[in-house]
């Protein structure tokens, strides 16, 4: 089992481009994830998935899409990326709600100039 | 809203010393959990140790120990015989019960802005 895995490990952007996060987990599990982890700040949640076809805002949703067309499977999008949006991005996921532990991938530094 | 503070951004122990890392929290919630995760360089966030609110009994996982407050809204974490692995982010964590209807949470974690400790040989 890989576990959680991102795409890309690192991704520099200029301001307005678009891109897409891909986050894969081969655990079978309901709930997924979608934070950002910002210098002198713990994560902070995005949005969220309890399902496949569902997906919720977090904390902090603006400047932000998400899709859960799969259930392995969790994208998080970026329509006209800001400065503001340069941040190391974790997916996590968790079997269901009653399980307590989420596992996390290994991250995603994006840099937006 | 639930918060969580590290009121320690930086922390330093000795090899083989013990270290508490500090925790508060602060919730209505009558039944929740609570988590410590350990951040190393590689960014890999992994968990540490885990207390269930209605467990008076303090959580203990080998070197790594808690004191859990409830009253106080306290949770720390104790690392005796500290090893330079350990040298890492700590993020302290907050989770709503998922057997309370409290709406909405859907187990999301709520975290503090962690606490960095180093090692010293």
């Known amino acids: 089992n890989a576990g959680v895995t991102q795409t890309p490990k690192f991704r520099v952007l200029k301001t307005g481009q678009s891109m897409t996060l891909l986050c894969a987990q081969d655990m079978n599990h309901e709930y997924m994830y979608w934070y950002r982890q910002d210098p002198g700040m713990g994560l902070r949640l995005i949005h969220y998935?309890?399902?496949?076809?569902?997906?919720a805002k977090g904390e902090v949703p603006d400047g932000y899409n998400v899709s859960r067309l799969k259930k392995q499977n969790f994208l998080l999008g970026l329509e006209s990326a800001a400065p503001s949006q340069t941040s190391v991005y974790f997916c996590?996921?968790?079997?269901?709600?009653?399980?307590?532990?989420?596992?996390f991938g290994p991250g995603t530094r994006l840099t937006v100039t | 809203a639930q918060t969580v503070t590290q009121s320690q951004p930086e922390m330093s122990v000795q090899e083989a010393e013990t270290v508490t890392l500090s925790c508060t929290y602060d919730t209505s919630e009558s039944d929740y959990y609570l988590f410590w995760y350990k951040q190393p360089p590689s960014r890999q966030m992994i968990l540490v140790i885990r207390?269930?609110?209605?467990?008076?009994q303090n959580a203990t996982e080998n070197r790594f120990s808690v004191n859990f407050q409830k009253a106080a809204k306290s949770f720390s974490l104790k690392i005796s015989d500290s090893q330079l692995g350990d040298a890492a982010m700590y993020f302290c964590?907050?989770?709503?019960?998922?057997?309370?209807?409290?709406?909405?949470?859907?187990?999301?974690?709520?975290f503090g802005k962690g606490t960095k400790l180093s090692v010293k040989p």
């Open positions: 207390q269930e609110a209605y467990k008076q």
């Open positions: 996590a996921s968790s079997l269901s709600l009653q399980v307590y532990e989420q596992y």
């Open positions: 998935s309890v399902g496949e076809g569902t997906t």
């Open positions: 964590a907050y989770r709503s019960s998922p057997f309370m209807n409290y709406g909405g949470s859907q187990g999301n974690l709520i």
